[in-house]
């Protein structure tokens, strides 16, 4: 997974997500509010990142038509998730 995350060419992606698995490989994560903080900043870099698509209307376009593509089988997901556990 690190190998793929040098490859970004975002060096504030890369750095974020990199910190992220260094800390798990080394279990230094002690609450998960120290977990949520280096997430948070992952996010915010990629999101950064993408505000500077330059093709960034044809990106959000093109997802969500995917997504509502998608719906059906995330409903069922859902549904299936909600569903009580049968003692069969």
Known sequence: MAQHFR??????????????IA?????AYTTFQDFRHDLTAYLEAVH?????LPNLAEVRQAWLE?????????????????KPNSQD
């Open 7 to 20: 490859a970004v060419a975002n060096s504030r992606v890369q750095e974020a997500a990199l910190t992220i």
């Open 23 to 27: 800390q798990v490989r080394q279990r």
């Open 48 to 52: 950064s990142m993408h505000q500077t």
């Open 66 to 82: 995917h997504c509502i593509g998608c719906a059906p089988m995330i409903g069922s997901a859902i549904a299936f998730l909600q």
